[in-house]
């Protein structure tokens, strides 16, 4: 099974601020199979990125995602308040389908 | 516009089976493919499986012993079932989309449900 382990477990950040987070797959994953969610509090997740770098509808391009084979990134340019959330990584190159344990970018 | 709702109970006892049904409007159970996720409280995402109308399901190792995902292409929906319930098993639990080999691209609500006696 891949295992995708994100990190850091909290990044603490101010709005305007960049902020990368880093999702590692312990066996190499096409990118076309990496995908980015946001959660925000009390909510449901919601698509952020495909394909690692192709970012949803609605999404804007103060989002980036860029990666390949086991290591992909997620990159906030500059943090606006509403983007103080949880990020997930998941993969669907092969079953199962895991999620990775989250990024809490909390307001510092 | 695609909707996806959960329903059920939201309290199943230990040992017991928990039933969801995901309604789906707006597109058709025959195309795309249907995944539940769960979220235990103050934890993060799990995948559970999913299913095409078509295709066998696939279920994570960890649940598959337990676990039943199922379609009802005259209901336009699909449904969960978890075996044997312990406390362990209290989540919230979402159904939703994606494509063959592609993100999940609509979720519903999510349902709260508690395994308690």
């Known amino acids: 099974d891949i295992v995708l382990t994100q990190s850091p477990g909290t990044l603490s950040l101010s709005p305007g601020e960049r902020a990368t987070l880093s999702c590692r797959a312990s066996q190499s994953v096409s990118s076309s199979y990496l995908a980015w969610y946001q959660q925000q509090p009390g909510q449901t997740p919601r698509l952020l990125m495909s394909d690692a770098s192709r970012r949803a509808t609605g999404i804007p391009d103060r989002f980036s995602g860029s990666g390949s084979g086991t290591d992909f990134t997620l990159t906030i340019s500059r943090l606006e308040p509403e983007d103080f959330a949880v990020y997930y990584c998941?993969?669907?190159?092969?079953?199962?389908?895991?999620f990775g344990q989250g990024t809490k970018l909390e307001i510092k | 516009q695609v909707q996806l709702q959960e329903s059920g109970p939201g309290l199943v006892k230990p040992s017991e089976t928990l039933s969801l049904s995901c309604s789906i409007s707006?597109?058709?159970?025959?195309?795309?493919?249907w995944s539940w996720i769960r979220q235990p409280p103050g934890k993060g995402l799990e995948w559970i499986g999913y299913?095409?109308?078509?295709?066998?399901?696939d279920y994570d190792p960890s649940l598959k012993s337990r676990v039943t995902i199922s379609v009802d292409t005259s209901k336009n929906q699909f449904s969960l079932k978890v075996d044997s319930v312990t406390a362990a098993d209290t989540a919230v639990y979402y159904c939703?989309?994606?494509?063959?080999?592609?993100?999940?691209?609509?979720w519903g609500q999510g349902t709260h449900v508690t395994v308690s006696s």
């Open positions: 939703a989309r994606h494509g063959p080999g592609s993100a999940i691209d609509h």
């Open positions: 707006g597109v058709s159970i025959r195309s795309y493919y």
């Open positions: 998941q993969q669907f190159s092969s079953s199962p389908h895991a």
């Open positions: 299913i095409s109308y078509s295709g066998s399901p």
